[in-house]
Every structure is written in structure tokens, then in C-alpha cells.
């Protein structure tokens, strides 16, 4: 089965976000679930139970940046709103983000 080249992410209200497959993969985590026995392999979509709409829409906002950006050198500043940081940080552990470097060139 061919993959898709989009995948969903869902949040804990229900709201749903299409991403780049590609985009997506720069997270551990969700490389973890779609490459493994998990059913998020077979659908193409994961649901996120603790991540609020809010957040988990600026984290798809957050692939999307760094899948743009991903080779360029002069790279603009990502706006983070303030009362969002503690939240954001929480998400980019979750989704294991700090680890990104050492798995950029794994993609």
C-alpha cells in the first residue's frame, strides 16, 4: 500500500489538520507511529487526546516552517505567542523536537 502523501492530526477537541506527510516526519514521535505496527500506519491519521486545538495548530504550523525552511541560511523568526510557551514547550517534548537534529537526515 502506497503512503499517503498527507496525514491528519487530530487534537483533543476533534479538530482535525492535514499535513504534509513529509513536514510531519521531523517529530520521532509521529515517525514512530506511522512506521510501526500501530494503526496510525494504516489510517494515516493521529489523534492527540492531551494536545489542545490551539496548540497542536501552532505544532502543525511548526512543520511546515521548518519543512520550508529546512535547507535555507537566512531563516525568518517563527511568531510564538507569548501565553502560548509553556504549552508549546510541553508539545515540542511530546512530539520529541529536540531531538530533530540528530534525526534531520533520516527522513
Excluded at 16 to 28: D, I, N
Excluded at 33 to 58: D, H, N, Y
Amino acid at each position: 500500500m502506497a503512503e499517503n502523501k498527507y496525514i491528519t492530526l487530530i487534537s483533543a477537541e476533534g479538530h482535525e489538520f492535514v499535513v504534509l506527510r513529509e513536514a510531519a516526519l521531523v517529530s520521532p514521535t509521529i515517525k514512530g507511529m506511522l512506521r510501526g505496527p500501530f494503526v496510525e500506519a494504516q489510517t494515516g491519521r493521529c489523534r492527540f487526546e492531551e494536545i489542545p486545538s490551539p496548540v497542536l495548530e501552532k505544532v502543525v504550523e511548526y512543520f511546515h516552517y521548518w519543512y520550508r525552511y529546512r535547507d535555507k541560511e537566512d531563516v525568518p523568526d517563527m511568531e510564538i505567542p507569548v501565553e502560548m510557551c509553556l504549552e508549546l514547550l510541553q508539545a515540542a517534548d511530546f512530539f520529541n523536537l529536540d531531538a530533530m537534529q540528530t534525526h534531520r537526515n533520516t527522513l
